[in-house]
């Protein structure tokens, strides 16, 4: 029995989209990658202090000081351990990726809710995309995007959009039936049915999905070290082809400092919708 | 009266493709063979029916029986599969989607049986919805939405959220969001019916009293009989999808059309239905209060009876004259019932249930006066029309004439005072 070609055909794909679509895809990757970096310079302007007040001011309104006090003991933690840039770095990837997920997710999710069939078309494209391990996601960014944070940034996207757009999709599927029937029986039109409340009745459920979506940028973003992407992932990366545990350890702390503060901080916005009191 | 709305020949099939169950339809199949056949459900067979301008139109049948699916073909919330929807002469079953909008904003609105509030607005957001989705200014739908909040009893209550507020209260709200859309036309969809009892009537007797005000053409869907009689000015019955009996609550109640209602009505308390005003006599015989004792002896004779209602020139009850005080009165040699002691039996208003009458009756040996708003006698009621009100085959209050004589009971006062004058110059011996 002969095996179906597939590895071939796919490479023959990719062979194709780089050599008609390569520059475009080359001065877009440029400058995105610029833009990567002067937000990153940017914020090293920032005092290290002052960025931790931030921080923990924010983690102060959406949830209470018990966060706050936890938030710069975490950041002055990692600022102590000398791994300030680092931090910073990856800061950045995990909010452009996460940004960038839940700009497309979004609308795709509104979309799915709204109108079953393409919730049927995406849902299998969905279950590929989260199943697929995310190694497998480096290699194209790779290829199209060489080594950097602009196929990291890729990567992660891809990665960390499939909560966004099932939990959108999830919520304003879940709006119960008779508030729809209320906008519809006053009257409202699809985009005032949508965004007076489907949207908003939807809203703790898709800051749920915001918050997966955070999460699994950052996890994504310490992979996507191996590509070329700096900051902590990088750190860890280092430490294991060089054995050295203790410093992989305080890389590895630092990474969970971060994905506790921004879960805690995206779980209360979320649930500080989910009361209804503003 | 003007007829709002006109249903004719509204089916409803539940499926892809209805074409195929209509065409098993018309060939005059039934739900279930329908269901066996296609695999689609009728969801209401070939309803027709009208609801005149101004009245409450009860629907009424169990759960499953389509109540629901025609109210919400009524605002095309569900498409209906053929016939016709004509209201205000105009079929909207062949809008488009921006009239359909239109007619939904400006002649419909609706209430729900959970409440369906926005738990992510205010009292005040909620009510102010259906302006607010028609465009109308900030400044002007809140002022309309606080009027129609003061009326359904929640002012104060404006800046609080869904979730602080009572069943009572959510539907309170929701009523509220209903009326501040000024349409011609309520659709409540079991609107009590998540209520608590007590909550509940408190709410029927609200509506009932809004009505008086407003005038709406409500359709009110229930599966409670009580609430369906206490509100209606008339019940449509249906079962399986299909109408069985259209009718006001007493044709229900006295002649249902077949056995399937009967079964309904026959645990009706029909104390609660009937009113004062169903069973009460017309207020015959009277006396004037200027008449003298003799007057009321001659009358009392002619009658049969041991006592008579007195009366003023505007027919207010003065109270009761029984045989022993019009002897003593001659005796004493009165010659006016006004310098006589009457005696004052139970007095109920017109609207009063039957239920209640008993209850006033029991204490008293005396007959019952009826009097309406205006304090005027305009019936009287005695024991055995009670007792016949209540036996089971009573079917309407008084024969066809007499009901006419109760409808302007006023010429009819005029004629008997002139005729007891006259006999009273008569008897003047």
């Known amino acids: 029995m002969t095996k179906i070609p597939m590895a071939e055909a796919i490479d023959k794909v990719v062979k194709w989209l780089q050599i008609n679509f390569g520059e475009s895809i080359d001065a877009f990757s440029d400058s995105f990658g610029d833009l990567i970096k002067y937000l990153e310079s940017y914020l090293a302007f920032i005092p290290w202090w002052l960025l931790i007040l931030l921080f923990a001011l924010a983690a102060w309104r959406v949830s209470g000081w018990k966060l706050a006090v936890g938030t710069i003991l975490g950041l002055a933690f990692i600022f102590n351990l000398q791994l300030w840039p680092a931090f910073l770095s990856t800061l950045v990837l995990v909010f452009i990726s996460a940004l960038v997920s839940i700009v497309m997710g979004i609308p795709l999710g509104i979309i799915a809710g709204r109108n079953y069939r393409f919730h049927r078309i995406i849902s299998p494209v969905l279950d590929f995309m989260q199943t697929m391990p995310s190694f497998v996601y480096l290699i194209p960014a790779l290829l199209f995007l060489g080594i950097g944070t602009v196929p990291a940034v890729f990567a992660t996207v891809i990665f960390a959009m499939p909560p966004a757009i099932r939990f959108t999709d999830l919520g304003i599927r879940q709006v119960p039936v008779d508030l729809v029937e209320v906008g519809e029986a006053f009257g409202s039109t699809p985009g005032q049915l949508l965004w007076k409340i489907q949207l908003p009745v939807a809203l703790p459920t898709i800051m749920a999905g915001i918050n997966q979506t955070m999460m699994l940028s950052l996890s994504m973003v310490v992979i996507a070290s191996m590509i070329g992407a700096g900051g902590l992932g990088a750190g860890v990366l280092e430490a294991i082809a060089q054995l050295k545990i203790g410093m992989g350890f305080e890389y590895g702390i630092a990474v969970v400092i971060i994905a506790i503060i921004l879960d805690r901080l995206t779980q209360g916005i979320g649930s500080s919708l989910r009361t209804g009191d503003k | 009266m003007k007829e709002k709305i006109i249903v004719k020949n509204l089916v409803k099939v539940f499926g892809a493709n209805p074409q195929k169950a209509l065409a098993l339809l018309k060939e005059g199949k039934d739900k279930a063979e329908i269901l066996n056949e296609t695999g689609f459900t009728v969801g209401v067979n070939n309803v027709s029916f009208s609801v005149n301008a101004g009245e409450i139109f009860v629907i009424m049948g169990l759960s499953g029986s389509g109540k629901s699916t025609i109210l919400r073909c009524l605002n095309r919330l569900i498409e209906p599969s053929a016939g016709e929807i004509i209201v205000d002469g105009t079929d909207i079953t062949k809008l488009n989607a921006k009239q359909l909008r239109k007619f939904r904003q400006e002649k419909t609105a609706m209430v729900f049986q959970q409440f369906a509030l926005l738990p992510h607005r205010t009292v005040l957001d909620n009510t102010v919805y259906g302006l607010e989705v028609q465009g109308i200014p900030k400044k002007e739908r809140e002022e309309k939405a606080l009027k129609i909040l003061e009326i359904v009893g929640l002012k104060g209550w404006e800046d ?10 959510k539907q309170r709200v929701g009523l ?39 005038n709406k053409t409500i359709i009110f869907i229930t599966h409670d009989l009580n609430e369906a009689l206490k509100l209606g000015d008339r019940i449509a019955f249906l079962r399986d999808g299909a109408l069985i009996q259209v009718g006001t609550p007493e044709e229900i109640t006295t002649h249902p059309s077949d056995d399937y209602v009967a079964k309904f009505v026959r645990g009706v308390d029909r104390s609660k239905i009937l009113t004062a005003a169903d069973i009460m006599k017309k207020p015959q015989p009277l006396i004037p209060l200027r008449d003298g004792p003799n007057v009321a002896l001659r009358i009392m004779k002619e009658h049969g009876i041991s006592s008579v209602f007195v009366v003023d020139r505007e027919r207010h009850l003065q109270g009761i004259i029984t045989v022993d005080a019009a002897l003593e009165a001659r005796k004493a040699g009165i010659m006016s019932l006004s310098e006589v002691e009457l005696e004052h039996g139970p007095v109920v208003s017109e609207e009063t249930p039957l239920h209640d ?73």
């Open chain 2, 160 to 169: 609080k959220y869904p979730s602080q507020l009572s069943g009572g209260m």
């Open chain 2, 176 to 214: 509220a969001r209903a009326l501040t859309n000024d349409a011609d036309i309520l659709l409540m969809d079991e609107a009590f019916s998540a209520l608590d009892p007590l909550i509940r009537e408190e709410m029927q007797d609200e509506l009932l009293s809004l009505q008086q005000k407003m």
């Open chain 2, 357 to 429: 009458t008993l209850t006033a009756m029991v204490d008293s040996k005396l007959p019952m006066g009826v009097v309406n708003q205006d304090n005027k006698l305009v019936g009287i009621i005695v024991r055995g029309s009670i007792l016949a009100a209540l036996a089971p085959d009573y079917s309407g209050s008084d024969s066809e004439d007499e009901l006419a004589a109760t409808a302007s009971p006023d010429h009819k006062l005029v004629f008997a005072e002139e005729e007891m004058e006259q006999e009273s110059a008569n008897s003047a011996i």
